[in-house]
């Protein structure tokens, strides 16, 4: 859902209001509003996000340049062509390395940080901008604390920020500029929605050292997607949220988890999976198919639910929230929760929904699917 944010400039005792913008920073995984945005994300994350990353690293490791090269650049560096990286934001506590666009659409949030074009580019004087969709660059900057830092990094120059404060704003809620260098991190809030929410989650960090740039190390692989073992002809009903109704609900974790792990694009690509799963076993249930559901849900052969077999969900109630558990940066598993209607089978009524998977192998089964009277 998009934002209205307002810069206004303050010099000496008066306020000089300064255009009003239209932010685009748009909550992944948004029910039905935004169906498929989820695979897209996963795969624009992984794949130009992280190539992006390489980009900036080689033009800096290339520029590492020598002292007359960044003289002749300049303190900022050369602007950068449309679609290319200006710099990388990086916070060291999060494990966190994104590239930075110009821009706040859908194009640039669904890779990369956005910029905010009203606002000044990290490093000068002013207020920056920089936003990103909540789950995925941004799911964890709520971990930030006052003292903890971050670090905007450009070829030949390493703007670093310390953290000041945070504040959970209502969306079009103005944002100040400042005389000092200031970057503010916007994300939508709650973090881990997975549904369109109407406030912002902002981090205020300060400007407090400016040095050449060093070199940084490579960030870690991403992962490799969890397989569903869905029939093709399952698989051709469309087993994804464009197809299927199904307003989502939050993203939590059960278990340790990875610091590194999560500075990957794995955890859409766990969700992905496991809602794949889900729709498949909803689908082989609502079908009577033995045979995909035994696909599906080997270790539950013979123990299909009556309250749903042969019938269809005919709505939920409560939106769809998923846990992922995890040991380090392996995932175990997932659980599934909703209150949903049930029509056309034996038993139809209002259930309280829950199904379990689990990893086995390189595979992701459902290990339990139940359906208990909502009281």
């Known amino acids: 859902m998009p934002f209205k944010g307002m810069l206004r400039e303050r010099r000496g005792r008066r306020v000089v209001r300064l255009v009003l913008v239209a932010v685009s920073v748009t909550c992944i995984g948004a029910g039905l509003l935004l169906a498929g945005h989820i695979a897209w994300f996963v795969r624009s994350s992984s794949v130009r996000g992280a190539a992006l990353v390489q980009r900036e690293r080689r033009a800096i490791s290339v520029s590492k340049p020598t002292a007359s090269t960044c003289q002749s650049l300049g303190q900022y560096g050369a602007p950068a062509a449309s679609g290319e990286p200006q710099g ?22 669904d890779e990369a940080v956005g910029h905010v074009p009203a606002s000044v580019w990290p490093g000068r004087s002013g207020t920056s901008v920089l936003a990103a969709h909540d789950v995925t660059w941004f799911s964890r900057i709520g971990q930030l604390r006052p003292g903890d830092e971050l670090r905007y990094v450009m070829p030949c120059r390493t703007f670093t920020y310390r953290v000041m404060s945070h504040r959970v704003v209502a969306a079009g809620s103005p944002v100040f500029n400042t005389a000092t260098a200031r970057i503010v991190l916007d994300t939508c809030y709650p973090l881990d929605a997975l549904y369109l929410t109407g406030s912002r989650y902002l981090v205020y960090a300060d400007l407090i050292k400016t040095g050449p740039t060093s070199a940084i190390p490579a960030p870690p692989a991403s992962p490799s997607p969890l397989i569903v073992p869905a029939p093709k002809a399952l698989v051709a009903e469309g087993l994804g949220l464009q197809q299927n109704e199904a307003p989502l609900g939050v993203l939590s974790f059960a278990g340790s988890l990875s610091s ?95 199904v379990t998977e689990t990893v086995t192998g390189d595979e992701l089964l459902v290990s339990s699917f139940t359906m208990q009277p909502a009281g």
């Open 88 to 109: 990388l934001l990086e916070i060291p506590l999060l494990g966190l390395t994104a590239p930075v666009l110009q821009g706040t659409g859908d194009a640039v949030l």
């Open 260 to 354: 590194s792990w999560r500075r990957t694009s794995a955890p859409l690509q766990t969700e992905t999976s496991v809602l794949t799963a889900y729709f498949g076993i909803v689908r082989s249930a609502e079908q009577a198919n033995q045979s995909w559901w035994a696909d599906l849900a080997p270790s539950l052969r013979g123990s299909a639910p009556a309250d749903l077999w042969g019938g269809r969900i005919t709505g939920y109630h409560t939106p769809l929230d998923i846990t992922l558990r995890l040991r380090g940066s392996r995932v175990l598993g997932a659980t599934l929760t909703a209150e949903v209607s049930s029509a056309g089978s034996r038993q139809p009524g209002t259930y309280n929904l829950a």
